[in-house]
């Protein structure tokens, strides 16, 4: 445990894969580094998450954000322990009928035009690519470079990384106000750090209440093992347009395969606080996966679970410093792209902590968006 009298000069609120993420660039890059976890490192959304490494384009800065941190997830691929079970297993984005087709062909042209490899398949590649799947739909557009991994593993191996270049953890410590260079934990300890980032997932806005964070609940459940049976991260084209439709809650079409044979069967949204698995959301999630593949109904189902994004008005996540308060700095609000975006995120924030040039444009993901600008007395 660290010793709360020492200064450091970067403090992470919060071990999951983003507050991980963090700390490991903070270590290679020569800072002395903490982390505070007030649970479990790692058992947070991501312990709940489904771990796609997905280039996603919802916009220009999503799509820069995936494609630059899923570049960086590749480049670890060497180093990850065989327990974070990475496979570059691609996407299918499944187009149902012709019209989706056409989506497809548009995102093909899209992802193409900033040098992602990907391709269409029609009719009947997709039927050879992924027998599974039910006869009758149009096609589909294949992301050959896409993966997966276990999100908790991955977690404590990036923490692992950041402890063995000398970080120190102050774990069950739960940060109950921030200041400029000091956090103050339950119990009266103080930490000062010259820098502090906010990396306490849907929490956070307990700590920047500025950050209009809402949890975002998902169901996922997963089968016993049929080795053979998925061979791609398989996801509906029209998963985004779903997703955030902004109804009430909405399910969608995202089957994953595991390493260990296994199939990961989401996803649903919704607000709510409400960490039950819901029977109607869950068959409804069910139903429509069945949908599209219909010998699911023959697979074991072992557990479901729920787990909660952190969501922003604009579903980009906050990655910068605060307006008003430079030394704090926010790796907040990934909705449902934080395993994706956790190494693009920490080296985002380093660049702008350590005034050097950002991997990205920054701009699309300042907090300072959130912060309303209160004018001087006397001034309308
Ligand atoms: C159903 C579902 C499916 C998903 N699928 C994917 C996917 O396929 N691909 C993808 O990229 N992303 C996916 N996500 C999103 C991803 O899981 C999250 O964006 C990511 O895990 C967020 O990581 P985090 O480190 O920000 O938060 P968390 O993992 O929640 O970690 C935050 C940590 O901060 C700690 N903490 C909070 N408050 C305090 C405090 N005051 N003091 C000390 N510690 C504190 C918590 O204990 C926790 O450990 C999915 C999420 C869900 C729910």
Redesign the pocket.
């Known amino acids: 445990m660290a010793s709360s009298n020492r200064t450091f000069d970067l403090a992470v609120?919060?071990?999951?894969?983003?507050?991980?993420a963090c700390a490991r660039a903070g270590t290679r890059a020569g800072l002395r580094t903490i982390i505070?976890?007030?649970?479990?490192?790692?058992?947070?959304?991501?312990?709940?998450?489904?771990?796609?490494?997905?280039v996603m384009d919802g916009s220009e800065a999503q799509l820069a954000l995936t494609l630059y941190s899923r570049r960086l997830w590749q480049q670890l691929i060497p180093e990850l322990p065989e327990a974070a079970e990475y496979r570059s297993c691609g996407t299918l984005w499944i187009a149902e009928h012709e019209a989706e087709l056409e989506l497809a062909r548009r995102k093909q042209a899209k992802l193409a035009g900033q040098g992602v490899a990907c391709e269409i398949l029609d009719a009947r590649q997709l039927m050879e690519a992924e027998p599974c799947l039910r006869p009758g739909l149009a096609g589909a557009l294949r992301v050959p470079d896409d993966g997966v991994l276990y999100?908790p593993i991955a977690?404590q191996w990036l923490w692992q990384q950041a402890q063995n270049a000398g970080a120190v953890m102050r774990s069950g410590?739960?940060?109950?106000r921030i200041q400029e260079q000091a956090i103050h934990v339950a119990g009266g300890d103080r930490i000062q750090a010259g820098a502090i980032i906010v990396?306490?997932?849907?929490?956070?806005a307990?700590?920047i209440p500025e950050i209009p964070l809402r949890p975002?609940?998902?169901?996922?459940l997963i089968t016993d093992r049929y080795p053979g049976f998925l061979r791609h991260q398989v996801v509906e084209l029209g998963y985004l347009q779903r997703a955030h439709a902004g109804t009430e809650s909405s399910v969608s079409f995202n089957l994953?395969p595991r390493a260990t044979g296994q199939v990961l069967i989401?996803?649903s949204r919704q607000y709510s606080h409400d960490r039950a698995v819901e029977p109607d959301v869950l068959s409804r999630m069910l139903a429509r996966a069945q949908s599209y593949v219909p010998r699911l109904g023959d697979l074991r189902g072992l557990r479901a679970w729920?787990?909660?994004?952190?969501a922003t008005p604009d579903d980009l996540p906050c990655i910068g410093p605060l307006p008003n308060r430079p030394h704090i700095f926010a790796?907040?609000g990934?909705?449902?792209?934080?395993?994706?975006?956790?190494l693009g995120t920490a080296e985002l924030l380093l660049a702008q902590m350590l005034g050097a040039e950002a991997p990205i444009p920054a701009g699309p993901f300042q907090p300072a968006r959130f912060f309303i600008e209160t004018s001087p007395a006397g001034h309308a």
């Open positions: 609120i919060g071990c999951g894969i983003v507050g991980a505070v976890e007030g649970s479990l490192a790692g058992g947070g959304a991501t312990a709940a998450g489904m771990g796609h490494i997905v999100p977690a410590a739960i940060v109950t990396a306490a997932g849907s929490q956070g307990e700590l975002r609940k998902g169901h996922l994953q989401g996803s729920t787990g909660f994004r952190a790796a907040l990934h909705e449902g792209l934080g395993i994706t975006t956790s």
